[in-house]
């Protein structure tokens, strides 16, 4: 019996230490998962609050910033669009008014800076000259454009009677035509910069983004950039025209506070700007330089030439012209590119009568009138002087028109003329006249020597 209870004391005295081992290892245990699951709770708390700003930014992404940049895009599309079309058929200017450089025409203008043609301010790319050049070419009638025109005689003396050469370039016009790039004044680089400028912000309303999506829009102020070839190189391989619009756009969500901007829209268009401005520009330089060239026929397989004659009628009678250039290859909404220059009605250009052969004639009057006969008879351009047995004289009338208008012919006095004479050796003056209708000729002074009178 007591050997029994010995070995059961020895047995309790042994389990103590263990249990106390397992109650540790327990308490342990339920410390680490407390601590895991502190570190997971801690860590779950911690991606909610990083990834917060993330979702309302991918909200706002899906709500507002590409909805607002193809709305800014289209903008910026249709203002260009406007821009280049009105510039075109404008006379390549865009009025104040209109967003652009050039300043709004008034009433009075009409005729002189401008016209109305399809419901639009028309510019006078082309002006009558103002100013001689020298002793070289003139302004003004008679000597317009130069006094033998068009020919031109050994030594400048036409009584040598030697030609040794026809010219038909002269000065025929004054050019009023925009440079094409910066810094030239209004150039149409500028005048589209500026216009897209003006215009983007009024396009855009912002209205339905504010109530529909619950976003604060707020914009700063455009800076337009319009690239166009800079030089023949470049223009003879162009194939667009691109716009860069840096503008500032800031987009806020109210409901989370998410805010974006958009800053930088760009397009470009398949138009050979610097091409068809190249080309225009040769159209109208050509037109003020030589009287015998007609803008109609620069017509190519791509570009195509008209002339609206009489777009305006003078007070004198006398009408301006709009040339349309429209290219082929460059499109805008669906029609060609588009270009109007209006040109002021220019005085004709008489070819020269030489007075020099006018002067180996004597007029003798015939027998019996000797004071006053009727000799000198015109027939469409057939200009023919009766002196009386046994010879006539008679020239060909011929004028050049740097407008393409029909010509008539005329003298004054008018024909059929009576010439007087009294003495043998007297001077009679007269004019031939070339015409384009109403005031606008240009005129030359003949003069016919006097024989003996007969007895």
Not at 65 to 87: F, G
Request: net charge negative; proline share 6%; hydrophobic share 35%.
């Amino acid at each position: 019996m007591k050997q029994h209870q010995s070995r059961l004391a020895s047995f309790g005295s042994q389990g103590s230490p263990k249990k106390a081992q397992l109650t540790l290892m327990i308490l342990t245990g339920i410390v680490i998962l407390f601590a895991v699951f502190t570190v997971i709770w801690l860590g779950s708390k911690t991606a909610t609050k990083r990834t917060a700003p993330e979702a309302e930014q991918q909200r706002l992404r899906q709500l507002a910033v590409q909805p607002a940049k193809d709305y800014v895009q289209n903008c910026l599309d249709v203002t260009t669009s406007t821009a280049l079309e009105l510039l075109g058929k404008q006379g390549g200017v865009l009025y104040q008014s209109q967003g652009g450089l050039t300043e709004d025409v008034q009433l009075a203008d009409i005729g002189r800076t401008h016209v109305v043609y399809d419901t639009l301010n028309v510019s006078y790319v082309i002006h009558r000259p103002t100013e001689d050049i020298g002793t070289i070419f003139f302004a003004n009638p008679p000597e317009y454009p130069f006094r033998t025109f068009p020919y031109l005689f050994k030594d400048n003396d036409e009584h040598t009677r030697s030609i040794i050469a026809t010219q038909t370039t002269g000065y025929f016009g004054r050019l009023r035509f925009p440079p094409l790039h910066k810094p030239g004044r209004e150039s149409v680089q500028e005048q589209l910069e500026t216009y897209i400028a003006n215009n983007l912000p009024l396009c855009t309303d912002w209205q339905t983004f504010k109530d529909v999506h619950g976003l604060d829009i707020s914009t700063g102020t455009p800076a337009v950039a319009v690239r166009i070839a800079e030089s023949l190189t470049q223009a003879a391989t162009e194939q667009f025209f691109a716009v860069l619009a840096n503008w500032t756009v800031t987009i806020t969500d109210k409901t989370t506070g998410g805010e974006t901007t958009l800053a930088e829209f760009s397009l470009s268009y398949p138009v050979h700007l610097a091409q068809f401005y190249l080309f225009v520009q040769s159209i109208v330089i050509n037109d003020i330089s030589n009287a015998s060239y007609d803008p109609r026929n620069a017509s190519a397989e791509s570009t195509h030439v008209v002339v609206v004659e009489n777009a305006h009628l003078n007070a004198d009678g006398s009408g301006d012209d709009i040339i349309i250039v429209q290219d082929a290859q460059s499109v805008l909404r669906g029609r060609p590119l588009e270009f109007r220059a209006l040109r002021k009605n220019r005085y004709p250009a008489l070819v020269w009568v030489n007075q020099t052969d006018l002067d180996d004639y004597r007029f003798i009057p015939a027998i019996g009138k000797c004071s006053e006969t009727e000799s000198i008879f015109l027939s469409g351009n057939d200009l023919l002087i009766k002196f009386g047995d046994p010879k006539d004289w008679r020239a060909e009338l011929e004028a050049l028109d740097p407008d393409e208008d029909d010509i008539t012919f005329a003298t004054d006095p008018p024909a059929p003329a009576k010439i007087k004479v009294r003495t043998a050796g007297e001077t009679f003056p007269f004019d031939v006249c070339a015409s384009d209708g109403g005031t606008t000729r240009d005129c030359q002074e003949l003069s016919l020597k006097t024989g003996d009178c007969p007895p």
